[in-house]
Nanobody
């Protein structure tokens, strides 16, 4: 079983920055992909960014150039640096970790609230 714990959410004004952190622990299985989804009220959960253990990244078009995902493989920790935040970035941000297995399993954190005021 993998435990995923996020931290770093909060309230920030538009144009500001926040950094989210997420640590995965408790598994003897390697973690392959880690990343972030977000869900705003009334919306579906959407991918924000993910990063593979070898470093390849993927971003949602809406955050490209503003958000940067990075990872410390030794600590199974992923970071999301969010700059130039906009009110539309307001959402609950969920971290996930996907195991490196023939049939991968996804594990989710409880979510952290990010609120951007205008």
């Amino acid at each position: 079983q993998v435990q995923v714990v996020e931290s770093g959410g909060g309230l920030v004004q538009a144009g500001g920055s926040l950094r989210l952190s997420c640590a995965a622990s408790g598994s003897s299985v390697s973690i392959n992909v880690m990343g972030w989804y977000r869900q705003a009220p009334g919306n579906q959960r959407e991918l924000v960014a993910h990063i593979v253990s070898r470093g390849a990244t993927k971003y949602a078009d809406s955050v490209k150039g503003r958000f940067t995902i990075s990872r410390d493989n030794a600590k199974n920790t992923v970071y999301l640096q969010m700059n130039s935040l906009k009110p539309e970035d307001t959402a609950v941000y969920y971290c996930f970790a996907q195991t490196l297995q023939l049939l991968p399993s996804n594990y989710w954190g409880q979510g952290t609230q990010v609120t951007v005021s205008s």
